[in-house]
């Protein structure tokens, strides 16, 4: 069965340096999204992309974070200088058809982010 | 805006007990509403969904009708097993949104 696969699973970085955390979608799927959850708290949207702009994007996806299809195959989130607030769990999902239109969206197991 | 609530947990009950999760929403449109299922160590999992009112999803014994009088998405499973212990996640999306807009998430813990 197809899925979305992330890594690393776990990433440890000092504050203020950059990470990336790494998507690989399902083959067929054209719409991508990141989503992240701070431990406790509710799972929040940061962005989605389609045909490589970024569809809708939310107030915590501000200057510091980007995203990338670099390759065809992978969808990247970029945090160019990590705080500590940015620690957290970040899913990438895809789904073949956009969001509005009913459709499953498919998860990976997602990154724990750990800023110190 | 859109947004979800939904029950708080922890939720800890006995295996064949009922369990039920409340859920309920605001959204200015006519939203498709889903649960997601996280088991410990996987990913976020769709579990079932309902596009339109009075819709009733189901997948392994779990259910959820589509209440629009009461804006409410409650799921429900009459018999639960260990193997359903997980974080359950409510969730929406509507024809304006590119994203899905989640609800805080229930940690279910089912004791043999």
């Known amino acids: 069965e197809p899925e979305v696969t992330q890594t690393p699973s776990h990433q440890v970085t000092q504050m203020g340096q950059e990470v990336i955390l790494r998507c690989v979608p399902i083959?067929?799927?054209?719409?991508f999204y990141w989503y992240r959850q701070i431990l406790g708290q509710k799972v929040e949207f940061l962005v989605s992309?389609?045909?490589?702009?970024?569809?809708?994007k939310s107030e915590i996806f501000d200057d510091q974070f980007s995203v990338e299809r670099p390759d065809g195959s992978n969808f990247t989130l970029k945090i160019r200088s990590t705080k500590l607030e940015d620690s957290a769990m970040y899913f990438c999902?895809?789904?073949?058809?956009?969001?509005?239109?009913?459709?499953?969206?498919?998860f990976g197991q997602g990154t724990r982010l750990t800023v110190v | 805006g859109n947004s979800v609530t939904q029950m708080e947990g922890p939720v800890t009950l006995s295996e064949e007990a009922f369990l039920t999760i409340n859920c309920t929403y605001t959204?200015?449109?006519?939203?498709?509403l889903f649960w997601y299922v996280q088991y410990p160590g996987e990913g976020l999992q769709l579990l079932l969904k309902?596009?339109?009112?009075?819709d009733k999803g189901s997948n392994k014994g779990f259910e959820a009708t589509y209440r629009k009088e009461t804006t409410s998405f409650h799921l429900e499973k009459g018999s639960v097993q260990v193997s359903d212990s997980a974080v359950y996640f409510c969730?929406?999306?509507?024809?304006?949104?590119?994203?899905?807009?989640f609800g805080a998430g229930t940690t279910v813990t089912v004791r043999a």
């Open positions: 999902a895809s789904s073949e058809l956009p969001m509005r239109m009913n459709t499953e969206a498919f």
């Open positions: 992309f389609y045909n490589n702009e970024i569809s809708e």
């Open positions: 083959s067929n799927h054209l719409y």
């Open positions: 969730a929406l999306s509507d024809r304006s949104d590119y994203k899905l807009s």
């Open positions: 309902a596009t339109k009112a009075d």
């Open positions: 959204a200015t449109g006519y939203p498709s």
